[in-house]
């Protein structure tokens, strides 16, 4: 089955720096990507995704970025704030099946300092 | 803006006992889901649910588990016998269709086994 890791698995920037967090997967069929984030107590929520006719795909301050030769995705926060504090999961699946599951990294928790 | 809703957000059990946790997904959403958080742990999947069936579970998932949608509205995940180590927090999701299938997450129940 699939295996998704993630790194780093802790990450702090300053305010207004950039934020970069990596996925590898290991499913060749895996075709879509989303990244969740995830506020202390709260349930995941979607903030960019990408599927794998994509390369990459930007969202005001978020990019992901994918490379589908060495099964591995990024996301990239730009002008990190305050509120971009929170565990971040890249997810991946492969929309096979009637209904395709999604597999999980282990998340990063961002802390952005001021 | 339409939102997976769960009940109850926290059920406290006794080992042994069974719980049903409840999940009202989005209503034109076709495809269901459920997951695990284990404390800062990342999520997994448990279930998935179109049609009226099951079309795939993880190994997590054994005899022990069952799901249902009882009506037009509603999707329950129970437990028979819980054991301590089912005590998560456990994330329905909806999505209205695959591939490239969109999860969007309720809000949690946080399951404690005593």
């Known amino acids: 089955g699939e295996n998704v890791e993630q790194h780093p698995s802790t990450l702090s920037v300053q305010e207004g720096d950039s934020a970069v967090i990596k996925c590898t997967y290991s499913?060749?069929?895996?075709?879509?990507f989303p990244w969740y984030k995830q506020e202390l107590g709260k349930r995941p929520q979607l903030i960019i995704d990408?599927?794998?006719?994509?390369g990459e795909k930007k969202d005001q301050r978020i990019a992901v970025t994918l490379n589908k030769t060495a099964k591995h995705f990024s996301l990239h926060i730009t002008e990190t704030q305050p509120e971009d504090s929170a565990v971040y999961f890249c997810?991946?699946?492969?929309?096979?099946?009637?209904?395709?599951?999604?597999?999980f990294g282990t998340g990063t928790r961002l802390q952005v300092t001021l | 803006e339409p939102e997976v809703t769960q009940t109850p957000s926290h059920q406290v059990t006794q080992m042994g006992q069974e719980v049903i946790l409840r999940c009202v997904p989005i209503?034109?959403?076709?495809?269901f889901y459920w997951y695990r958080q284990i404390l800062g742990q990342k999520v997994e999947f448990l279930v998935s649910?179109?049609?009226?069936?099951?079309?795939?579970k993880s190994e997590i998932f054994d005899d022990q588990f069952s799901v249902e949608r009882p009506d037009g509205s509603n999707f329950t995940l129970k437990i028979r016998s819980t054991k301590l180590e089912d005590s998560a927090m456990y994330f329905c999701?909806?999505?209205?269709?695959?591939?490239?299938?969109?999860?969007?997450f309720g809000p949690g129940t946080r399951l404690t086994v005593l």
């Open positions: 649910f179109y049609n009226n069936e099951i079309s795939e």
């Open positions: 990408i599927r794998s006719n994509v």
């Open positions: 997810a991946a699946s492969d929309n096979t099946g009637t209904a395709s599951k999604l597999t």
């Open positions: 209503s034109n959403h076709l495809y």
């Open positions: 499913d060749s069929a895996s075709n879509y």
């Open positions: 999701a909806s999505s209205a269709r695959v591939p490239y299938n969109e999860q969007f």
